[in-house]
């Protein structure tokens, strides 16, 4: 009876737990970040405030539960189209992946600015939001990995001066890798969501047309630009990098 008591209470809690972030990202895509409100919340959803509180103490709890599902989301999306060309060679692994980045992106507008938009005015994501946060990173590092165990990589070239910091670089984000792919990584990573971004809030407008094509080639050359240059599965990689 004790048991059974207590998966009903389990229940009621994850569905209104559910409610609560539902509403939060209403109020997300109505209001911002910014505005976001417990009261709010609370008063959408006929609840007191001081119940609210027992699932969320405070605002950034509740934001921090809603930034660690859009991660997590967009890490899901990611893996699963990265999933659906596992057999292919590097640089096509690579473009699904981005492309379900830009894909999720256009679909969850709201979610991706809580994560890559304009940091919200007092708070600081804790630690608790990094492995959610690192999917899509991981994901990448992982294709360029396969590649330099497999076909190999052209190492793009690092001037001396970036050394030690790219080093430094290598040691804390995959120290199996060169130093100079993984600073090319870093900057391929920021350029990712630059173009996601540029066209998410408008940058492109009057500027590019053919967005889908356009972001396709841009991210085959950021491909090609951290070193997977022998795209074709099981092609001898002729001048690879060891």
Not at 160 to 189: C, I, N
Not at 214 to 235: D, S, W
Request: charge should be neutral.
């Amino acid at each position: 009876m004790t048991s059974t008591a207590h998966g009903v209470r389990a229940r009621a809690r994850i569905e209104v737990t559910a409610a609560i972030k539902e509403e939060a990202r209403r109020q997300l895509a109505a209001e911002g970040a910014t505005k976001l409100s417990l009261r709010a919340v609370a008063r959408e959803l006929g609840m007191a405030s001081s119940a609210l509180y027992r699932y969320f103490p405070s605002r950034d709890d509740l934001l921090t539960a809603l930034i660690v599902d859009a991660y997590d989301s967009l890490g899901e999306a990611a893996e699963a189209a990265h999933d659906a060309v596992a057999d292919a060679g590097p640089a096509e692994r690579w473009v699904a992946v981005c492309e379900a980045v830009r894909g999720w992106a256009l679909g969850h507008p709201h979610e991706y600015t809580l994560i890559y938009g304009s940091p919200v005015p007092g708070y600081n994501a804790p630690r608790t939001t990094v492995p959610a946060a690192s999917r899509v990173g991981l994901l990448l590092i992982g294709i360029v990995r396969d590649a330099h165990r497999g076909l190999g990589l052209a190492k793009p070239p690092l001037p001396a001066e970036l050394r030690p910091e790219a080093e430094r670089m290598a040691v804390e984000l995959a120290p199996d890798l060169p130093p100079e792919v993984v600073t090319a990584l870093v900057a391929a990573w920021a350029q990712l969501y630059g173009l996601v971004g540029f066209e998410l809030f408008g940058q492109f407008n009057r500027i590019v047309e053919e967005r889908e094509a356009f972001f396709r080639h841009a991210v085959a050359q950021l491909a090609h630009g951290v070193g997977l240059v022998y795209p074709q599965k099981g092609r001898a990689a002729k001048g690879a990098a060891p």
